[in-house]
């Protein structure tokens, strides 16, 4: 047998420069490069292979192991899982840091590989800087926390358990049903050490992302279900996206005249003025999405994991004859709602499905309903971007802060509303530009509102809904698509949260523009607690009041717009509606990363549209309304479906 002496490490490395994905019969190379922070966990094992001969891998030096962790999983998103990163961390801090991303792909189903260093497998230096230490359980290390998480986890304690431990992450990375995080922790003495490594480990090795097709009988029992439909509606999950169905999703809809609403990861697999696009569903779905899915007697969900958000926690769906078809590559997701269970591909089953139905003669029985909602949700849309201050201002968001609007008007210097913000950035961002997003109200507002022109410009993380990934994953969308313009769409929360790879994209000449909506607050959770009966409590951002003791003294200041020309980006402060459209003007012909600090009016967000959300309000309470909001949510619950 032919070998090659490498350590560890090095192998890693020449192992992920070798493997390739093949999907409907196009190659192409599966991991792109990998994000570093180096610490004495990694550097002088894994950075040392890198530094020595990283490949064709490209190596970026990430800020946060979080942040950066979150642009590996914005640029696997954008690329539909079919090409990743992986990111590697020191032991300890770094590698804790790096579990919050761990967990968003994973909730997300988006592949990203992590490369933890983990303490020492031999112990003899123990405890090691950084080293936690549990009394009861000495294999225990920091990197356990990842298991919870992961998709696949595995430490390599000795250099030859690397083989089948890094074929077997390869599996779970390229398969659509189980991808998520894998997490391979390091030990920093293993990565070192020193194996004659079989050649043939190293051989380039094709990973077939299959299309699973689906049984006749899987098939049969969708037909029996859907022919004695009338309004079915279909649910276009990220499934669509990720199987690159589209095409497909027109087609059926097309011929069997059904509507589709939109989850959050399929937005954008169809442009928003299709016929049959009825736009978001679910508690953040709009009018004509959600009036439809209520009386639906079939609903058709591909590709989606049906979230609470999505099923308005299963309150959306009220016809009482409603039947459920899924189809989904992973078998969990399909049992979801008691379906009907197509466990496939989601183009292969479009086709196949469409062939039979037609062979039926099966046709929906919808006259005006789909237009009327639709027309209905645009006259709603257009009130929507037009939403301006005036002397008798009604927030979309009324009955919480209406007193405080005139103090948020002077301390904002706007009297922006974030609705019309919001359409104007529809009008004048570029047909091609990639919207990304996360938390926050702006995932809630852009799944109602935003109208994607060209395929696959949204992408919005709402499976973990991670503040935080919004900047982050911006450049990881841009490394994805050089050529679009990339707007991180995120709030003043979230912005402070995290935006570490800002710093990345300038570094790396990568542009990204950051839309940056300041309404001085965590506006969505002081609606939710608002709107709840709760008073405004820890949510807006003001100062400690001596007087009170309390955080309800004046609100604190940020000129984001200073923050970020401090690393080197063009930035502009943006007041009014003519500064908006300039920024936006200049800010395209700029090279490098951009951040526009957009003043906007708390409470001017959407509001929801014939939906729910289920939440644990307080059962006992001082307040009485607080109380009187728990009463209504049960009284919403029995509306819902009981699993
Ligand atoms: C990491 C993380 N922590 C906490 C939350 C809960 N959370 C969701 S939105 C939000 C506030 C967001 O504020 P901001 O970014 O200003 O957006 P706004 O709602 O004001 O538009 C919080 C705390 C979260 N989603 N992610
Ligand atoms: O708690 C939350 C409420 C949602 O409105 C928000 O978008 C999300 O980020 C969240 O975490
Ligand atoms: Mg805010």
Redesign the pocket.
Known sequence: METIRLTMAQALVKFLDNQYVEFDGKEQKFVKGIFTIFGHGNVVGLGQALEQDSGGLIVHQGRNEQGMAHAAIGYAKQKHRKQIYACTSSVGPGAANMV?AAATATANRIPVLLLPGDTFATRQPDPVLQQVEQFNDLTLTTNDAYRAVSKYWDRISRPEQLMFSMINAMRVLTDPAETGAVTIALPQDVQGEVYDYPVSFFKKRVHRIERRVPTRAMIDDAVNVMKGKKKPFIVCGGGVRYSEAAEALKSFAEKFNIPFGETQAGKSAVVWDHELNMGGIGTTGNLASNILAKDADVVIGIGTRYTDFTTASKWLFQNPEVDFVNINVASFDAYKLDAVKVVADAKATLEALESRLEAEGYKSAYNNEIADAKDKWKAELNRLFNIKYNNDFVPEVAGHLDDKMEEYKEMLGSSLT?TRVIGMLDELLDDSAVVVG?????PG?LQRVWCPKEPNTYHMEYG?????YEVNAALGVKLAEPKREVYAM?????????HSELVTSIQERAKINIIL???????????LQMGHGMGSFG?E?RHRNPKTGLLDDNLVKIDFAMNAAAYGCKTYSVRTEEELAAAIADAKKQEVSTLIDIKVL?KT?TNGYESWWRVGNAEVAEKESVVNATKELKAELDKARRY
């Open positions: 919050t974030q996360a938390s926050g109200s702006l507002d973990y809904s991670c503040m935080g995120v709030g003043d929360g979230s912005y402070m949260m995290l909506l300041d309404n001085m607050e965590f506006g969505c959770i002081n609606n949510t951002m708390p967000m």
